[in-house]
């Protein structure tokens, strides 16, 4: 009997030859990919997919997450195209159906979906092993989170952009994923899943300011511009990989924010990607350890060598 696998637009997939072509226009789950031990089949990604930077480096970047070169991308003759419906548009995934036998859609809105995000590529791929594996993984990280039931409430702005200022709404997988720590984002409500506020406004009640490292690239300089925006409320960056990268690095993400949420955890800045292609960084060799590092919102100079990097976005187009 034929087994299918299906996604969350209701589309039955099969399971793939071996020899299937997988493209894949989400970062974090070009991750999974090649975690699942499928990198040597992967044709195609955007140029944000930058994980694992080893395994992907030779494969063909057909643009960004949103602006997908289609023609590119058909010329690579994939069988199937990973899409998501937070980072894609319906357009890409519309049009990519006409030449492409597979378009998986793919949409997780807390981290328990990423069970089923494994099980689902896992399957249609041949990778039982390696999902459940990392669904154990999961499991026992998840499984350790809890036990934080006594932990107080606290609510917090999560900032995903600036000019203008955005934020996430409670069901997108960020706020859920900060919630398992009982951490609320604030709104409660809103009208967009990345709603535009009035960040004064938004700011007043909430226990902390948090900026994410991604999208936008917030530094040591928005810290201090925001502190004047909204003095008294405490403003920290957090690494925006681990709290919206759903995928294998959910893992890596929950522990982190185990620590973060506890006040320990860091967040070393990287050279910021190029905002319109994710070229800049994607594919070069990035300085090694060392610099600045965030201890509780508060930047430490580790070394000279990367001290001037950190003042501002430097060569990015926000
Ligand atoms: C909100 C936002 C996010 C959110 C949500 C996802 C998203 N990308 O929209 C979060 C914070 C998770 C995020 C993450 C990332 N983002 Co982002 N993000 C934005 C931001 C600030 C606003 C986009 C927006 O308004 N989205 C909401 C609207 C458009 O989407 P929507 O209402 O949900 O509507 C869409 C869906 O509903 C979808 N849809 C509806 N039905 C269906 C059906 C199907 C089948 C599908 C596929 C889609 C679909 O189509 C609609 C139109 O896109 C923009 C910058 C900006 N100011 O525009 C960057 C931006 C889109 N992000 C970008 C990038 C690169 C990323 C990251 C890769 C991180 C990074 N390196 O910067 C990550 C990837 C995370 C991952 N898991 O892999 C880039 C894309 C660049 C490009 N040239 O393509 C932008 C433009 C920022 C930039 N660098 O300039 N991002």
Not at 17 to 38: F, H, K, N, Q
Not at 51 to 64: A, M, S, T, Y
Not at 76 to 92: G, K
Not at 282 to 295: E, F, I, K, M, N
Request: charged share 25%.
């Amino acid at each position: 009997m034929t087994q299918f696998y299906t996604d969350v637009m209701g589309n039955r997939h099969g399971r793939a030859a071996p020899d299937a072509r997988i493209a894949c226009l989400v970062p974090s789950i070009t991750e999974l990919i090649c975690d699942l031990g499928l990198a040597a089949q992967l044709v195609a990604r955007t140029g944000f997919c930058i994980h694992p930077r080893e395994l992907v480096r030779e494969v063909p970047k057909v643009g960004g997450t949103k602006d997908v070169d289609l023609a590119q991308l058909e010329a690579l003759a994939p069988t199937h195209v990973v899409v998501n419906i937070d980072e894609n548009t319906r357009e890409t995934a519309e049009a990519l159906r006409a030449s492409v036998p597979h378009v998986i859609v793919t949409h997780p809105l807390g981290p328990e979906d990423n069970f089923g995000l494994y099980r689902l590529l896992g399957g249609i791929f041949g990778r039982e092993t390696e999902a459940a594996a990392l669904c154990a993984r999961l499991a026992g990280v998840m499984g350790g989170i809890a036990g934080l039931e006594g932990r107080r409430l606290r609510r917090v702005l999560y900032l995903i952009w600036r000019d203008p200022w955005m934020t996430v709404s409670r069901d997108t997988y960020i706020s859920r994923t900060l919630a398992r720590f009982h951490w609320l984002t604030e709104p409660a409500t809103a009208d967009a899943r990345y709603p535009v506020i009035n960040l004064p406004e938004a700011a007043k009640g909430v226990d902390e300011i948090l900026l994410s490292s991604e999208p936008y690239p917030f530094r040591a300089k928005q810290v201090e511009e925001i502190r004047a925006l909204c003095p008294g409320v405490p403003v920290r960056i957090i690494d925006g990989e681990m709290t919206s990268w759903y995928g294998s690095r959910a893992i890596e993400g929950l522990q982190y924010l185990s620590r973060f949420t506890r006040g320990e955890a860091v967040y070393e800045p990287e050279p910021p990607l190029d905002l319109v292609t994710g070229d800049s960084s994607a594919d070069t060799p990035r300085p090694g350890h060392g610099g600045v590092v965030y201890v509780r919102g508060e930047p430490v100079v580790l070394s000279a060598r990367r001290k001037g990097s950190v003042g501002g976005p430097g060569g990015m187009r926000p």
